[in-house]
């Protein structure tokens, strides 16, 4: 059975505690592959790796820092197919959607690597004296991350953690941990010198929170739950450690009467089911105008009636299995909930039937309506395959609709009026918002959330500040 690793100051090691786990498939319950699991000791070991490695790679010129971000980037393609698989039989994301996921990963690495280069700093002349603005790499960070995207998350920390100068400790998810693994090692794998990044597996709770605590770290970059995050936040304040918190979200979907009605039934369904509703940006509740919301909720069925549902190495099949029966019981759960204060099940709200089926985490699209906020669904992170559509009347409504909620990660609209875009764009309380289109994601703007969501943001020039502090040297003539 496949065997992984961590990755310690640039060797594979064992964990101190020589204990291993068995990763199983979601789809079939198979075994995956055999995961070391480390302890503290080992998330020490690879910190003191990451302090040492610090003062020669911090001090290095950005080309070559580029140029090895790009090298691995082309190594990271080459391992795509054998990475994607890695990924879609350890947590069961579609096979065509775990190789987009590992090549987009690849293409943050290139972006970070130009990115790192142009990071420029200010002079100030003020009458008798200058002042020259620098920033510098904060030093060894940790990079903790979810099972839900393991491998881009990682690519959206590690690409500008390096780019900077920073060397890094990276621990992934418990449930998740062998394609980021091998990620890691195909970055590596371009000559990093020894400690400059590494790789510890073991639970949160203690691996992780030793990351979190432990004086050597500067800087923690976390992608999880919001209950995690705000954990972390506490933690890493007794050392007043920076902190990058991406954390959960619960993203309203608006689609007004003059929208492309098409085009918002294809965005809802792609958002709503894409990955099994398993991600941070899923729409996860749906308001449509009155005037149109028969014809886009009958486009919205039709649909999702036609997803296949299936082996998830099948490069035809648009959902697999959920990552876990914990997972799938808290969906079932909240449409229950639903189910119970006056929603009506459209379609899906149950477990696909069939031999192939039937030892994995399967669970049908599911669509509702006549839901209010009253429902766990439209309040909590379901993190499940289901989209509840509610009428609204008006703009007003929309807004109100849409800001009642304690998170604000993303947020889409569908109209056809450029003023109505903008107006409700700058009215909703996100860090990103999608008009008349089902994406939030490009590497060149930022990424982040507002409210309970997080702290901080990712991608662009800004995902790279984050990991740099601000030096003002001030020069008398
Ligand atoms: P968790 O918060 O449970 O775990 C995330 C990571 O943190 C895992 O590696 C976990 O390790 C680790 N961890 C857990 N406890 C601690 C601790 N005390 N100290 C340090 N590390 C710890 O999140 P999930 O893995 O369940 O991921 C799903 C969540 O991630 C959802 O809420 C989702 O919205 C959010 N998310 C946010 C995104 C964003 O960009 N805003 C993007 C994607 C997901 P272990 O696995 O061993 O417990």
């Given at each position: 059975?496949?065997?992984?690793?961590?990755?310690?100051?640039?060797?594979?090691?064992?964990?101190?505690?020589?204990?291993?786990?068995?990763?199983?498939?979601?789809?079939?319950?198979?075994?995956?592959?055999?995961?070391?699991?480390?302890?503290v000791?080992?998330?020490?070991?690879?910190?003191?790796?990451?302090?040492?490695?610090?003062?020669?790679?911090?001090?290095?010129?950005?080309?070559?820092?580029?140029?090895?971000?790009?090298?691995?980037?082309?190594?990271?393609?080459?391992?795509?197919?054998?990475?994607?698989?890695?990924?879609t039989?350890?947590?069961?994301?579609?096979?065509?959607?775990?190789?987009?996921?590992v090549?987009?990963a690849?293409?943050?690495?290139?972006?970070?690597?130009?990115?790192?280069?142009?990071?420029?700093?200010?002079?100030?002349?003020?009458?008798?004296?200058?002042?020259?603005?620098t920033?510098?790499?904060?030093?060894?960070?940790?990079?903790?991350?979810?099972?839900?995207?393991?491998?881009?998350?990682?690519?959206w920390?590690?690409?500008?953690?390096?780019?900077?100068?920073?060397?890094?400790?990276?621990?992934?998810?418990?449930?998740?941990?062998?394609?980021?693994?091998?990620?890691?090692?195909?970055?590596?794998?371009?000559?990093?010198?020894?400690?400059?990044?590494?790789?510890?597996?073991?639970?949160?709770?203690?691996?992780?929170?030793e990351?979190?605590?432990?004086?050597?770290?500067r800087?923690?970059?976390?992608?999880?739950?919001?209950?995690?995050?705000?954990?972390?936040?506490?933690?890493?304040?007794?050392?007043?450690?920076r902190?990058?918190?991406?954390?959960?979200?619960?993203?309203?979907?608006?689609?007004?009467?003059?929208?492309?009605?098409?085009?918002?039934?294809?965005?809802?369904?792609?958002?709503?089911?894409?990955?099994?509703?398993?991600?941070?940006?899923?729409?996860?509740?749906?308001?449509?105008?009155?005037?149109?919301?028969?014809?886009?909720?009958?486009?919205?069925?039709?649909?999702t009636?036609?997803?296949?549902?299936?082996?998830?190495?099948?490069?035809?099949?648009?959902?697999?299995?959920?990552?876990?029966?914990?997972?799938?019981?808290?969906?079932?759960?909240?449409?229950?909930?639903?189910l119970?204060?006056?929603?009506r099940?459209?379609?899906?709200?149950?477990?696909?039937?069939?031999?192939?089926?039937a030892?994995?985490?399967?669970?049908?699209?599911?669509?509702?309506?006549?839901?209010?906020?009253?429902?766990?669904?439209?309040?909590?992170?379901?993190?499940?395959p289901?989209?509840?559509?509610?009428?609204?009347?008006?703009?007003?409504?929309?807004?109100?609709?849409?800001?009642?909620?304690?998170?604000?990660?993303?947020?889409y609209?569908?109209?056809?009026?450029?003023?109505?875009?903008i107006?409700?764009?700058?009215?909703?309380?996100?860090?990103?918002?999608?008009?008349?289109?089902?994406?939030?994601?490009?590497?060149?703007?930022?990424?982040?959330?507002?409210?309970?969501?997080?702290?901080?943001?990712?991608?662009?020039?800004?995902?790279?500040?984050?990991?740099?502090?601000?030096?003002?040297?001030?020069?008398?003539?």
């Amino acid at each position: 059975m496949y065997r992984s690793m961590m990755l310690i100051n640039g060797e594979q090691v064992e964990g101190a505690s020589g204990r291993s786990e068995i990763i199983h498939n979601p789809a079939n319950q198979e075994p995956v592959a055999e995961v070391v699991i480390g302890d503290v000791s080992d998330a020490v070991r690879a910190l003191e790796a990451a302090r040492h490695a610090f003062p020669e790679w911090s001090s290095s010129s950005p080309k070559i820092r580029c140029n090895l971000l790009h090298d691995a980037a082309e190594i990271v393609r080459q391992r795509a197919d054998h990475i994607a698989e890695l990924l879609t039989m350890e947590m069961g994301k579609p096979i065509r959607d775990s190789r987009r996921e590992v090549l987009s990963a690849a293409d943050s690495l290139d972006y970070f690597a130009e990115e790192g280069l142009r990071n420029t700093g200010d002079w100030i002349a003020t009458g008798d004296t200058r002042s020259i603005v620098t920033k510098q790499p904060i030093g060894v960070v940790s990079l903790i991350t979810p099972w839900n995207y393991p491998v881009e998350l990682l690519a959206w920390k590690a690409g500008p953690a390096l780019a900077a100068g920073c060397t890094a400790v990276a621990k992934p998810s418990s449930l998740a941990p062998v394609a980021a693994t091998e990620f890691i090692m195909a970055i590596n794998d371009a000559g990093l010198p020894p400690g400059v990044l590494n790789i510890v597996h073991g639970s949160g709770d203690t691996v992780g929170a030793e990351l979190v605590t432990n004086p050597i770290s500067r800087k923690i970059s976390f992608t999880g739950e919001t209950s995690t995050g705000r954990w972390i936040m506490e933690a890493a304040a007794r050392h007043l450690k920076r902190v990058s918190l991406e954390l959960g979200g619960h993203a309203p979907m608006i689609v007004f009467d003059d929208a492309d009605i098409d085009a918002a039934a294809g965005a809802c369904v792609r958002r709503a089911f894409g990955n099994m509703g398993q991600v941070c940006i899923s729409v996860n509740r749906v308001y449509v105008d009155d005037a149109i919301a028969d014809d886009f909720t009958e486009k919205v069925i039709r649909r999702t009636l036609d997803l296949r549902i299936g082996n998830p190495l099948d490069p035809e099949v648009d959902l697999g299995p959920m990552v876990s029966g914990a997972q799938r019981r808290k969906t079932v759960e909240h449409i229950e909930d639903a189910l119970r204060k006056g929603a009506r099940l459209l379609c899906g709200g149950r477990e696909p039937e069939g031999d192939l089926f039937a030892k994995g985490y399967y669970f049908m699209p599911t669509v509702l309506s006549d839901v209010d906020h009253t429902m766990r669904m439209m309040r909590e992170e379901t993190f499940g395959p289901v989209a509840p559509i509610m009428r609204f009347s008006g703009e007003e409504e929309a807004v109100r609709l849409a800001n009642d909620t304690e998170y604000g990660l993303a947020a889409y609209i569908y109209t056809d009026s450029m003023r109505r875009a903008i107006r409700i764009s700058e009215r909703i309380e996100a860090g990103s918002i999608g008009v008349n289109v089902g994406s939030v994601i490009d590497h060149h703007a930022p990424f982040g959330g507002w409210k309970q969501s997080g702290i901080g943001r990712e991608l662009s020039h800004r995902g790279l500040e984050e990991y740099m502090e601000i030096k003002h040297i001030r020069l008398g003539l």
